[in-house]
């Protein structure tokens, strides 16, 4: 019997897809039976054994890398019905280090261009290369990861909030251009959940500076904060996403939905 969200010959693109988030999300679709393609900068060994699941090396913030990894999907499937944008980085930092001691945590110009390129430029790099097709089909969805800084913002956090600020913003204009072309785009905003890469102990004794916290209660912290009284588990993120990339979303499109236990209620 066919799965409720089943998702049996879609074509999928999961940028950053071989770990975190985006390791669950490429789980959940192949249980619901889509082809998936992971764009990422290293493989994970675990899909070797998958002939639906195409491993791409691909940078999202390089333009030629972009185009080559598009080209590839569709020389080999001949379409694309979905891209997830989940590639993302963060580096938490102060805009200035008014305390004075760590002057590395202090936004700095190659920070901004780290996080903007991938964060920003590779959301619009690979929605354009996947538009291009999905515009000639008529069909297709662009799922955007956001986030509850790019909502709210986020001490600590200015340059990677702001980068996800833009990909909220992405996703209303592109909904609105792409929408004749029964092309959907759609933003999630996760806020804080289960420890991923991202958030390793550098990342985290980073953000504990810049927040003027004991880097070791930094997470207890947080669970204080949130209304559900814990953190969000990576499949409730992914089981989202899953639903959006597939038709049973078939009318929602240009809105970022927030996933946060409700840290964050708009
Ligand atoms: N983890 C969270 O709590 C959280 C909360 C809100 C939003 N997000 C967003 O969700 C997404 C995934 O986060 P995560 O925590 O799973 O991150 P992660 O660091 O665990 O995984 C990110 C993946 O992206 C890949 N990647 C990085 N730079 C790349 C590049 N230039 N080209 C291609 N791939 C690249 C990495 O290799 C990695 O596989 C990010 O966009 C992040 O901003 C995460």
């Not at 060994?45 to 590839?72: G, H, Q, R």
Request: a negative charge.
């Amino acid at each position: 019997m066919a799965e409720w969200m089943d998702l049996t010959g879609k074509v999928i693109i999961v940028t950053g897809g071989s770990r975190g988030i985006g390791e669950h999300v490429v789980k959940i679709l192949r249980r619901n039976n889509a082809t998936v393609i992971v764009a990422d900068l290293t493989p994970n060994p675990d899909y070797e054994s998958d002939e639906n699941i195409l491993f791409i090396n691909c940078n999202v913030a390089k333009k030629d890398s972009v185009d080559a990894m598009v080209k590839e999907v569709i020389d080999k499937y001949g379409k694309i019905d979905g891209l997830l944008n989940n590639a993302g980085v963060s580096r938490p930092r102060l805009l200035v280090d008014f305390y004075g001691e760590k002057p590395e945590y202090e936004l700095s110009e190659d920070d901004f261009d780290f996080m903007v390129s991938i964060n920003q430029k590779g959301v619009f790099l690979c929605s354009q290369a996947v538009a291009r097709h999905m515009i000639k089909q008529k069909n297709g969805v662009i799922v955007n990861m956001s986030s509850e800084a790019g909502m709210q913002g986020s001490k600590g956090q200015s340059c990677y909030s702001g980068t996800k600020g833009a990909v909220l913003s992405y996703t209303m204009s592109w909904a609105k251009e792409l929408g004749p072309f029964n092309i959907r785009v759609v933003g999630v905003a996760p806020s804080i959940n289960e420890r991923t890469p991202m958030n390793d102990d550098a990342a985290f004794a980073a953000l504990a500076y810049t927040r003027g916290q004991d880097p070791n209660n930094v997470s207890s912290d947080y669970e204080k904060v949130i209304p559900m009284g814990r953190a969000g588990k990576l499949d409730e993120v992914a089981d989202l996403i899953c639903y959006l990339l597939s038709d049973r979303a078939s009318y929602i499109s240009g809105t970022t939905i927030n996933i946060s236990g409700a840290k964050s209620t708009r």
